[in-house]
């Protein structure tokens, strides 16, 4: 019997693998305070309640869309729940990742240097394949930005990474943000023969 192709293939009821509907760990990273737990809510829920983030351990949700070609990706989303202070607990945290969502604040520049410091480690320890969204939140606020939206996509197109803004707050491009980490996921390839 061959390996699957990678870690996030599901298998049907029969073992085999599924090649149509994968599934993925993806993981929020970035300085508290950026609306990480709000976007995840916001995506699960559909509803912004900052009051309802779960604040103690590692909080776990998870989400399945559809994409247009009636493939289904399921989302086994973990939050950092605020350790994001333990920087020594990052790798356990990420490993087996598919997918990794680092999120600034686009009225903070200083949570931009820190994605950055989060986009670093991911190159160093994150899976070879993992897919990366560079994510600047709060775009309803665009009142008080202090990172312009060309500096933050120049910094991810050179760093082969999906970059959008999104507004938990308002919902906007809050489920294309999944969709298009979806789409670029890698799929398990199809047998030849
Ligand atoms: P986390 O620490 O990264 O998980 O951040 P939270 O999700 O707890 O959000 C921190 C604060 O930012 C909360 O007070 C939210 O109300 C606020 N917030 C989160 N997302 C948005 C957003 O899109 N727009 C605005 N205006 N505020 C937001």
Redesign the pocket.
């Known amino acids: 019997a061959s390996s699957p192709a990678n870690k996030g293939d599901s298998l049907d009821d029969r073992g085999a693998i599924d090649y149509k509907n994968i599934r993925t760990k993806l993981v929020?990273l970035?300085?508290?305070?950026?609306?990480?737990?709000?976007?995840?809510?916001?995506f699960v829920r559909g509803q912004?309640d900052?009051a309802s983030?779960v604040t103690v351990g590692a909080s776990f949700l998870s989400q399945t869309i559809a994409l247009q070609d009636s493939s289904t990706v399921k989302f086994e989303i973990w939050?950092?729940?605020?350790q994001?202070r333990y920087a020594s607990l990052a790798p356990l945290y990420y490993r087996g990742a598919g997918a990794a969502v680092i999120?600034y604040?686009i009225t903070s520049p200083e949570t931009f240097e820190k994605a950055q410091y989060w986009v670093r480690e991911l190159q160093k320890f994150g899976s070879a394949n993992i897919v990366m969204a560079l994510v600047g939140?709060?775009?309803?606020?665009h009142a008080s930005r202090k990172v312009s939206t060309q500096i933050a996509q120049e910094y991810a197109d050179s760093n082969g990474m999906f970059f959008i803004e999104?507004?938990?707050?308002?919902a906007?491009n809050i489920n294309q943000l999944f969709e298009e980490i979806g789409k670029r996921l890698p799929r398990p390839s199809t047998l030849k023969n």
């Open positions: 929020l970035g300085d508290s305070g950026v609306g990480k737990s709000c976007i995840v809510l916001r912004f900052p983030k939050d950092t729940a605020g994001e999120v604040d939140n709060k775009s309803d606020l999104t507004s938990a707050k308002t906007e």
